[in-house]
């Protein structure tokens, strides 16, 4: 293993630092790689690259991916109203697999020989990580230091600061994963079948109590713009609308489901950006989508959702999937209109010139104005047609 190059995914925690060194004392140059898919601020960014030089990385690289992540996966999220279990809108394993891809695509550069991360043997990561890298790295050998040692936090501490590593690695009641889609917060109430994570544990505390009104704006599907102001890029109006509502405690809530290993899992979460989003889409979309475009795409949304989730966004179905989704979107622009309230919003209607539900044609319950009373007594006859005969022929058993 002498004078091996490695690519090691860095995130500054106790985990990967740890690999860090393990890897260096198997006699590996480790070259250690963090990329951003929305889930940091420039101080973290800085104090995540000061923490691998220090620990003597042979090299460090932070890998922009915020706006490649929504172009790739999280605008066809949005296209298809994807929310896991009638809820979760899948904000941490979306962003696992842009991550996971960006690594593999750099490794491939650095022409390593390894690559390693720092997932454990109890979690959905270090499955989604591991099907990437050998599809993209296939001869390239993947190291999981903590999850093949099963190591305590106590041993890596001891192994970190008998290499005179000696920062605070005190650790939170809380685990937080940041990111464009959302943040997840696991601790000791997300561990069992009952109980919600304290007021004090979310990481976005509720300071906003006045109600406030809000506008959405979409073209072709993708949000453009919030309140007055336009976006060029949507995944900076994403992190604008998040700035905006998530002080109200909007978006918050307890996923429970099905991980990729076998077992259920919760996890709580805020991702108020996400819901909002989702939400005004699809009510732009039931307003100017035809009933069995409606129905199709929540059928393959749903699947594409389970898909992504399970780290296998690289199956090529997905990119059948996503063609349909967003051959959808031609029509689905439009502006939803909201009212937020702390812990909860108000969705009251929509704008759109592509809206079905137009007055030229009638309005529902009150006035019909493109057809007679004659061309629907005859529509009747025929619709029901098949069920009379049905009935007609079978009603003596």
């Known amino acids: ?23 260096m004392d198997k006699g590996y140059h480790v070259h250690a790689a963090l990329v951003n898919t929305g889930g940091f601020t420039p101080q973290e960014l800085k104090e995540v690259e000061e923490r691998a030089i ?44 842009s991550q996971a891809v960006a690594l593999a695509e750099y490794a491939k550069k650095l022409k390593v020989q390894a690559i ?111 309140n007055e102001k336009r976006f060029k890029h949507p995944h900076k109006a994403i992190q604008a609308l998040s700035e905006l509502a998530a002080p109200y405690g909007i978006g918050r809530d307890v996923h429970v489901g099905d991980t990729i290993i076998g077992m259920k899992g919760r ?45 296998q966004y690289l199956d090529p179905v997905m990119r059948d999937l996503e063609a349909m989704m967003e051959s959808a979107q031609t029509y689905v622009s439009g502006t939803a209109h909201f009212t937020l309230h702390p812990y ?12 079905l539900m137009h007055t030229q044609f009638g309005t529902y319950g009150e006035m019909n104005k493109a057809w007679s009373g004659a061309d629907v007594r005859g529509f009747a006859k025929i619709f029901g047609n098949q069920n009379a005969m049905f009935h007609q022929i079978n009603e003596k058993s």
């Open 344 to 355: 909860r919003f108000e969705l009251n209607g929509i704008t759109s010139e592509h809206d």
């Open 1 to 23: 293993m002498k004078n091996k190059e490695i690519l090691l995914a860095f995130s500054g925690g106790l985990d990967t630092s740890f690999c860090v060194k393990y890897l």
């Open 116 to 226: 390693a991360h720092g997932s454990t043997g109890a979690g959905n990561d270090q499955v989604r990580f591991d099907m990437i890298f050998q599809t993209f790295l296939p001869g390239v050998e993947i190291l999981t230091p903590v999850r093949d040692f099963k190591l305590s936090r106590e041993e890596e501490i001891e192994l970190l600061r008998s290499k005179g590593v000696n920062w605070d690695f005190t650790q939170s009641a809380y685990s937080i994963n940041k990111g464009l889609w959302g943040t997840s917060i696991g601790g000791k109430e997300t561990l069992q079948s009952l109980g919600n994570i304290p007021e004090e544990a979310w990481p976005t505390q509720v300071t906003k109590t006045q109600a406030e009104n809000l506008t959405l704006h979409f073209e072709k599907g993708e949000l453009k713009g919030l």
């Open 267 to 311: 996890v709580a979460f805020e991702a108020a950006a996400a819901l909002l989003t989702i939400k005004g889409h699809h009510a732009i979309e039931k307003h100017v989508l035809s009933k069995w475009q409606l129905y199709w795409k929540d059928q393959i949304a749903q699947f594409y959702g389970n898909w992504l989730h399970e780290g």
């Open 54 to 97: 220090f620990l003597g990385v042979k090299s460090f690289i932070i890998l922009e991916e915020t706006e490649r992540y929504y172009q790739d996966v999280v605008r066809f999220l949005i296209y298809g109203n994807v929310l896991k279990n009638g809820s979760y809108p899948l904000s941490v394993s979306a962003e696992r697999v």
